[in-house]
């Protein structure tokens, strides 16, 4: 701590700082926490008070050298896995393209998932289809699980004439109602509570549809984020609460976001069960994820969830992350790299190969390219075509009113 | 003086105030150690340390509570909303609060907050990183409401806004923080060498509730704030036709004088804002040039505005007023 704290010299409020900042060393305390440490309960009987060790400890499945075991192991099979590992390298791979063409002009703006990858991949794939997606700009991953094709995600980030959201919102605010993923919403936190809304309308329905929702660190400051624990737990609806505790928000530090160091345990009191997971444990999340789904199928409310991870990228593209925190920091994560950790877990089960996994890159950045070239048939933020300036007169409501329709007559165009 | 962009005017001002008031106390998001995501707070928490320069939980709603409360307690403090777009979490602190303890308490407490806050188009922010609500706080008994435009104004501006006992809601026209934009997004002009680029490094200010007339002319009264100053400066030299080009600067109060005695020489009155149309300030001034400058007024007043819809991404340029609308709605001010 290099804040000011408490009764220091100068007396006054506390001021925290993060760990370390640039020109200083690295450093994270080490973890203990091990596959064998955590029993599961069952999810059908389970109590918030159950949970107390899970939200307090680390529930991980994938040890240090890639080793699964434990209770939470969700035992998938080699093709589930490569299947997983698949996508999150496409996501990466994804990634690394779009930023490149964020630097040429092509997009206005972009933000990575980098070092995150596992979350939206595993939680989406241990979901059902039909299961709400209410994601921050952190998720896109879930598309690709859920089948939306790439050239689709591209002509929304470039903003061009077959964006389906009309060239309306920055890049990364993607809407794809068909995978049931709810338009990405730039004021944070909002989502949060906003999915227990959905989840309670599902409950309503009858429907046997639950609704994962994710929020930053930081942004669990909001109201929305203490709407949401609230209000779910007085309603008790199918909805799955994820915390993505993964160190920052833009420059300030998690310490900021809490004054306590656990995000997990914040829902005890409230009533709802909470685990805490190794976010960079691709089959731990998918399990806790899981056991999440039996709750709400079997109605009995929220499944609170902290997913404890690092933001190896800078924030956005707008942002030198060097700047406000080591530039090697990430090198220093305990939780590793989602991407290595499954495929040394592969490597390690005799399923998969240094050499398929560089035939999987090279194929994957083949397809990044070719998503690429296509979409940019169609426009591109820089040199359009855009979406016609008639758009921005479109579904402000459900029909033109007079005085909307007479500014685009007066736009003339 | 020195030669400065808006960023480091407002940074000036700041440290200004740090330096002579040891009540003032900046916050908010990213705005301590990183010094703020436009770089406006850089080098101050360094300067003046964590407990007076400082980031906060990432919550609008707290920030403007917290903020209250040390006004009310004796402090002076500056909070930072990170884009406008973002103050609605403080909306209910900022309206039903700040704005009336004054006069809920009988006079006895009051809490001299400053919200600055980047607003406005131009920086392809799409929905929730463009908008310009100033309008939503013009219609709030007891904040006053203050727009900048340039360097020069920026700082004696937020000077007075600081130094002000009443909440102040202090807009920062986000696309001139590094230069005047002139409609034209291919021309990136910096602020060097502009009239308004010399600043004093030393205190000063500019009072609240007065406007700039920056172009004089007597055809027609121009009159804008943040950005479209000079967005309106390029459209009535596109014109041709000679004007008064008044800054509004502060919004609440306004500066109606200047107004009505431009309006009364000119005869014609053209308003640009670029916030929707409906509601926005540019309506309140219409309507007061009309009480007050009927029998001088040649022509109907014109508006020139954002469009009444949500602030696009791609198409930007057709939503923000363009040098043309503007001078078009000059030119209409001239026909019989
Ligand atoms: C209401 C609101 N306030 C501020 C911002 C600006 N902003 C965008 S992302 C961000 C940090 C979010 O951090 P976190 O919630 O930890 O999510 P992460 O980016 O780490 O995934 C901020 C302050 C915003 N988008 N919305
Ligand atoms: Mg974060």
Redesign the interface.
């Not at chain 2, 392809?124 to 990183?129: F, L, N």
């Not at chain 2, 696009?312 to 198409?315: A, I, V, W, Y």
């Given at each position: 701590m290099t804040g000011d704290e408490q009764g220091g010299d100068s007396g006054g409020f506390a001021v925290p700082d993060a760990p370390s900042r640039p020109g200083e060393k690295s450093h994270f305390e080490p973890w203990t926490y091990t596959p064998e440490d955590l029993s599961q309960p069952d999810p059908k009987t389970c109590t918030a008070e159950d949970t107390a060790d899970h939200s307090e400890g680390l529930i991980r499945v994938l040890d240090d050298d890639g080793v699964a075991s434990g209770e939470w192991n969700p035992n998938l099979s080699a093709d589930e896995l490569s299947l997983g590992l698949e996508q999150m390298c496409r996501l990466r791979i994804f990634d690394d393209r779009m930023m490149k063409m964020q630097r040429t002009g092509k997009l206005s703006f972009y933000m990575r998932s980098l070092g995150e990858e596992a979350i939206a991949i595993s939680q989406t794939m241990a979901l059902q289809n039909h299961d709400w997606l209410f994601p921050t700009y952190r998720q896109p991953g879930c598309q690709f699980v859920r089948g939306r094709s790439m050239v689709s995600m591209i002509n929304h980030c470039i903003g061009n004439v077959e964006d389906n959201v009309k060239g309306r919102q920055m890049p990364v605010h993607y809407t794809y109602k068909d995978g049931h993923y709810i338009s990405v919403s730039s004021p944070v936190g909002t989502q949060f509570s906003q999915a227990v809304g959905v989840a309670m309308a599902s409950a309503y329905k009858g429907e046997d549809q639950a609704t994962i929702t994710w929020i930053g660190d930081g942004a669990s400051a909001e109201g929305d984020y203490h709407y949401a624990v609230n209000f779910a737990s007085v309603f008790k609806p199918p909805v799955i609460l994820c915390v993505v505790n993964n160190q920052w928000a833009i420059s300030t530090h998690k310490n900021f976001a809490s004054g306590g160091e656990n995000f997990a345990t914040r829902a005890l009191p409230y009533g709802i069960p909470s685990l805490r997971v190794d976010g960079n444990d691709f089959l731990a999340l998918y399990s806790v994820t899981q056991w999440a789904r039996k709750r709400a199928a079997a109605g009995l409310g929220a499944t609170h969830i902290e997913i404890l991870t690092y933001r190896t990228g800078a924030h956005s593209s707008s942002d030198d992350a060097s700047r406000y925190r080591p530039a090697d920091e990430h090198e220093y994560w305990p939780g590793g790299d989602p991407i290595e950790r499954l495929k040394n877990h592969l490597i390690l089960n005799g399923d998969w190969s240094e050499e398929q996994h560089s035939e999987l890159e090279q194929r994957l950045d083949e397809e990044v390219v070719a998503a690429y070239k296509e979409a940019v048939t169609h426009g591109d933020l820089a040199n359009g075509p855009w979406p016609p300036a008639s758009t921005i007169f479109t579904e402000v409501y459900e029909e033109v009113p007079w005085h909307i329709q007479e500014q685009r007559e007066e736009l003339g165009k | 003086m020195t030669e400065m962009n808006m960023i480091q005017s407002l940074n000036s001002a700041l440290d200004n105030l740090l330096e002579s008031d040891p009540n003032v106390l900046i916050f908010g998001?990213?705005v301590?150690?990183?010094g703020g995501?436009f770089r406006v707070t850089d080098g101050l928490q360094e300067k003046h340390?964590?407990?007076r320069v400082?980031?906060?939980?990432?919550?609008?709603?707290?920030i403007a509570a917290i903020a209250f409360g040390m006004g009310l307690n004796g402090l002076r403090p500056v909070m930072e909303i990170q884009f406008a777009?973002?103050i609605?979490?403080a909306y209910d602190q900022i309206v039903n609060e700040m704005a009336k303890l004054r006069h809920r308490s009988g006079g006895e407490f009051s809490t001299p907050v400053t919200i600055r806050t980047p607003a406005g188009g131009g920086i392809?922010?799409?929905?929730?990183?463009s908008q310009s609500p100033e309008s939503q706080f013009t219609h709030t008994p007891g904040i006053k409401v203050v727009y900048c435009s340039n360097p020069y104004n920026a700082k004696g501006l937020l000077i007075s806004a600081i130094e002000c006992n009443d909440p102040v809601v202090f807009f920062e026209p986000k696309r001139c923080y590094r230069g005047p934009f002139y409609g034209d997004p291919h021309n990136v002009p910096t602020w060097k060498g502009h009239e308004y680029s010399e600043v004093p490094e030393e205190h000063y200010s500019i009072p609240l509730g007065e406007a700039n007339l920056t172009m004089e002319g007597d055809k027609c009264t121009v009159i804008a704030w943040g950005a479209m100053v000079h967005v309106a400066e390029q459209g009535i030299k596109d014109s041709g036709i000679s004007c008064d080009l008044i800054d509004l600067q502060s919004l609440v109060p306004w500066d109606r004088d200047a107004v009505v005695n431009s309006v009364k020489k000119t005869g014609r009155c053209v308003i640009v804002h670029e916030a929707p149309?409906?509601s926005g300030f540019g309506a309140e001034m219409s309507a007061s040039v009309q009480e007050r400058c009927f029998y001088h007024l040649e022509s109907p007043i014109e508006r020139v505005t954002g469009?009444?819809?949500?602030f696009?991404?791609?198409?930007e340029w057709?939503?923000l007023p363009s040098p043309q609308r503007i001078a078009e709605a000059i030119k209409r001010t001239q026909e019989d």
């Open positions: - | 998001e990213d301590g150690y990183f995501v340390g964590s407990k400082f980031d906060t939980p990432l919550a609008e709603g707290g777009d973002y609605f979490p392809k922010g799409g929905h929730h990183h149309k409906t469009w009444d819809t949500p696009p991404h791609s198409t057709d939503y």
